[in-house]
């Protein structure tokens, strides 16, 4: 996503586990003009002449290169009448130099996952790929170009407006982005924190190319830039290949303007209200805070996540156990400079707004009279520092991280805050919370005149980060890791795959035991059961019983499984229906044989509290609520019901938004436990493990886990057949929505093993899959009609079921010219087909991402997943990719003649039709 409206501080979970290798500063032969500066636990900071800084984070385990070239200007950045010029600035990049034209079409060819975002105080590059020193030396190449040549020319400017409008409108379609962009506003009334990252729309349609090119010329240089790779590279010769293309950049004679604008302190409750079509009732409270690098924003983060905790948190109890909203969120937002903190709720329609904004306020000023304890700073604490820990483990999400730290002040602050929550002590924790969490400090619906009133500390911004850091050393690093060879002949040999053969029925296995940084371990449990007639009228049942498992048992609440899942440093999720159970773990080595025997008790033991249904139905009913009024989820309503040949009580049936309510709605405890005593045993299980662990412990987990348990009933795979469907259309209102969602789809009876797929599959690639496909360089990069313009081949692995899907976001206004589009690139490419060129380099480009692909423990996982149910090997992996690399453009035409047919799509398009104007059907053969 080219667009991050604020920098919301959260911590996302790892897809990616391994192993850091940290080599000594010692074994670099440094290039001329860069010295070393600091290194703290496998990350070392060099800087060049000019000023660029580079942090390298070496990690072998898995040959995945990240490269995040970080500046540091953004929202914050930008003067009266220029807002939205840092973001705008970020998509023009990718418009080219006078060598590269199109850097995102160069990007998909090679195999890249590349992109861009702004925030309020940096903006980024970055890319992952599969480790290559060539490709390195490309991006880099590619970097430092982007760096002085870029050429923020008018024409790609007026081009790319229409594209930087369609994702001004994405976010005017969400209540929750307008308001929280409306309470900042409110709540900063001199700093530039009050802006959207995005924007006044005046200011962007409106901007001088000039002020953008001086824009682009004052900020970005090699000493506003802060360079970072991880992941498997060669550190000594990357340093040669930045050297060799940065050292050419001078340093420049300017000198960056002085910042002086303090927000200060709040005097009084401050209102806002936001009242718009659609969606579900919100209520809100922002409270500044200080600077990400202050000592108090640790002791604040963990208050607010102490108060906003799910489900142990004082505002889940007050707010969610008190019907008076559906869900609840909180979070801090760390800046460079003196930031804020955000507590929220979505409500169900008909709740009581007033009473629940005013309960939200009361239970966040409750800390000063009602203080913490200390077991829920060691909740949110282990919480906090296992998110870390993934986040570590994972280079890419490494590379993301080190770059929000350097926007706030200095890369070592990713680790400091590591040391400031380890070491936090709860008096630290009240003192701070109270004093910032106050009345007079809060920006909501309400304002309540006071005559004395509370005023929160005065916030300043942190100068010198880095001599706070100076002597900053961090702790020792872990183990090297050995690198592993993601060929699927070495993940074939690497994988035990012999069953376990219990009383109760056979567990298949995949357990591939491989070092990781942390000793991380990701695996996935399948549990399946019943048939498409067993399981008739059970639709509703089947996935709530799912995403209900662990909100308790016989023996334990859904706090105290949290708690357990929090001990064992464990990520944990449940989903599934229609007869399957998934679960989703992500923990250490020490901890998989117990989390393992934990989840199979949750899957014995669950016991649905009639509590826990409730809010569960609260929440579904609002998320249904939500989805009525936007257009993605109605066009795609309106297509799968139209595909939808089985019964009402069929588990394939898809249900109108309306049935869908009413199936929730009358779900009851006894459903559930009756559904669960039926249905859940063992029989049909699979298990797999990607990462640190022991398979022989894993083993004994799985005997002791499964042991005595009940057989579940028959399983049959539920079959999914192709059935041809005349081509129609949905034209579906969405009023006051500004962005529209068009969705096409053509059935295709189509199995994977046909020999047709490969070249369908490239096919897919080249017309509507990537950055450089036909419907991209038309829709968004030529004519600027859409954000997001993308493809979609799907294929059974079981029988011939599958189809083409075509999406755009677009503004609604612009309906009849992206129909047209399509259907024209469509044509052309049946008629023209397509170029050697183009299937060179679309078989380049997949083969590249299927290999990146496989150096991810999480895809491994689900991989091996799928192929136990399929009778596969990662085999099946290596011939697609024989098959690719064979492809000629006289097959891929072939193909894509044979089963490409524009008149049989059925499409919706859901826009608010009093901006369309008349529409008419787009040319269909």
Do not use: C
């Not at 459903?671 to 412990?697: K, M, S």
């Not at 046909?754 to 599959?761: Q, T, V």
Request: aromatic share 8%; hydrophobic share 40%; net charge negative.
């Amino acid at each position: 996503m080219l667009l991050s409206l604020t920098r919301i501080r959260t911590r996302l979970l790892s897809l990616l586990v391994l192993s850091f290798l940290a080599l000594p500063s010692s074994a670099l032969d440094l290039p001329s003009g860069i010295t070393q500066g600091a290194a703290v636990e496998g990350v070392t900071e060099y800087t060049l002449q000019n000023g660029l800084r580079v942090l390298l984070a070496p990690d072998d385990s898995k040959p995945t290169t990240t490269v995040n070239m970080t500046y540091l200007v953004g929202a914050r950045h930008e003067s009266y009448g220029q807002t939205g010029m840092a973001h705008l600035l970020e998509h023009m990049l990718f418009r080219g130099t006078p060598t590269m034209k199109n850097a995102l079409a160069e990007f998909s060819k090679r195999g890249l996952q590349a992109n861009g975002s702004t925030s309020s105080d940096r903006t980024n590059y970055y890319a992952s790929f599969a480790a290559n020193p060539e490709t390195l030396t490309w991006y880099l190449g590619w970097q430092a170009d982007a760096m002085v040549n870029s050429l923020i020319a008018r024409e790609d400017l007026d081009s790319e407006m229409t594209v930087v409008r369609n994702e001004m409108e994405r976010g005017e379609n969400s209540p929750f982005q307008m308001l929280m962009q409306q309470m900042q506003a409110a709540s900063f009334q001199w700093h530039n924190y009050g802006n959207s990252t995005i924007g006044a729309r005046s200011d962007v349609e409106n901007v001088d190319i000039g002020q953008l090119q001086a824009f682009y010329r004052k900020y970005y240089q090699p000493d506003n830039a802060v360079l970072i790779v991880s992941g498997g590279f060669d550190p000594a010769a990357t340093l040669q290949t930045i050297a060799q293309a940065f050292n050419k950049i001078p340093r420049p004679d300017r000198k960056l303007p002085i910042e002086y604008t303090t927000e200060p302190v709040q005097d009084g409750e401050r209102e806002v209200i936001l009242r718009r079509q659609g969606g579900s009732p919100l209520i809100a409270a922002m409270y500044h805070a200080p600077a990400a690098a202050s000592p108090e924003f640790a002791a604040l983060d963990i208050g607010v996540g102490i108060l906003a905790d799910t489900p142990s948190g004082r505002l889940y109890h007050n707010l969610v156990g008190n019907n008076l909203s559906a869900e609840i969120f909180g979070f801090t937002a760390g800046l460079r400079q003196p930031g804020y903190a955000f507590f929220g709720a979505q409500l169900e329609p008909g709740m009581d707004q007033t009473k629940a904004i005013q309960t939200l306020d009361e239970t966040v000023n409750s800390v000063a009279k009602e203080p913490f304890i200390q077991s829920d700073l060691d909740r949110i604490r282990n919480k906090w520092l296992t998110d870390w820990s993934q986040t570590y483990a994972d280079p890419v999400s490494l590379a993301s991280a080190l770059s929000e730290s350097v926007a706030d002040g200095d890369w070592r602050l990713f680790f400091l805050q590591r040391d400031r929550i380890k070491n936090i002590q709860l008096a630290d924790v009240q003192r701070v919370t109270a004093d910032f969490l106050t009345p007079s400090n809060r920006t909501n619906g309400l304002y309540i005149p006071t005559e004395q009133p509370i005023r929160a500390p005065q916030t300043v911004a942190i100068g010198d980060v880095q001599a706070l850091l100076k002597d900053y050393k961090g702790e020792e690093t872990g183990e090297i890791a050995a690198a592993f060879d993601p060929s699927p002949a070495n993940i074939n040999a690497s994988t035990e795959r012999t069953p376990l053969n219990l009383p109760n029925g056979q567990v298949k296995l995949a357990l591939l035991p491989k070092p990781t940084r942390g000793n991380r371990v990701e695996a996935n449990l399948l549990v399946q059961f019943g048939t498409a007639e067993t399981l008739k009228g059970k639709r509703a049942i089947s996935s709530s019983v799912a995403s209900l498992l662990d909100h308790g048992t016989a023996t334990m609440s859904r706090q105290e499984i949290q708690d357990k899942f929090n001990a064992l440093e464990a990520s944990v999720s449940f989903g599934g229906g229609a007869g399957i159970v998934l679960v989703d773990m992500s923990t250490t080595k020490k901890n998989l044989p117990a989390l393992t025997e934990f989840v199979l008790q949750i899957l014995r033991e669950a016991n649905f509290p009639a509590r826990e249904l409730t809010e569960y139905q609260r929440q579904a009913q609002t998320s249904i609520k939500n989805a009525m009024a936007e257009p993605s989820a109605l066009a795609s309503r309106a297509l799968a019901r139209y595909d939808n040949p089985w019964p009402r009580d069929d588990v394939r049936y898809t249900p109108t938004f309306e049935e869908a309510q009413s199936d929730i709605a009358a779900l009851t405890p006894k459903d559930l436990t009756d559904f669960h005593a039926e249905f859940y045993g063992a029989g049909t299980i699979e298990f797999a493990a990607v990462g640190a662990f022991e398979p022989a412990a894993i083993k004994t987990a799985l005997t002791q886990g499964l042991k005595d348990w009940r057989q579940a009933p028959r399983y049959e795979r539920v079959s999914d057949p192709y059935h041809a469907l005349a081509p129609k259309e949905f034209n579906i209102n969405t009023p006051d929505k500004a962005n529209g969602f068009y969705l096409s789809k053509l059935p295709l009876a189509l199995q994977d093993t046909d020999s047709n797929y490969p070249a369908l599959y490239l096919a897919n690639y080249m017309l509507g899959g990537s950055e450089t496909s036909r419907l991209w360089t038309r829709v968004r990069v030529k004519d600027g009609l859409s954000y997001d313009v993308r493809s979609s081949l799907d294929a059974s692995p079981y029988e011939p079921s599958g189809g083409w899907t075509i999406y755009a976001i677009h503004a609604p206004q612009n309906s009849k010219q992206l129909e047209k589009a399509v259907d024209e690139e469509l044509q052309r490419a049946l008629k023209e087909g397509f170029t050697q060129e183009e299937v060179q380099e679309g078989v380049n480009a997949l083969l590249n991402y299927r290999k990146l692909a496989r150096t991810r423990d999480s895809v491994l996982v689900s991989a091996w997943i799928n192929y136990m149910q399929q009778d596969r090997t990662f085999d099946w992996s290596e011939k697609i990719d024989k098959a690719l690399a064979a492809l000629t453009p006289d097959t891929v035409n072939a193909a894509l003649r044979q089963s490409l047919q524009p008149q049989q799509f059925s499409t919706a398009v859901a826009a608010d039709q009093s901006k369309q104007g008349p529409r008419e059907t787009a040319r269909k053969p």
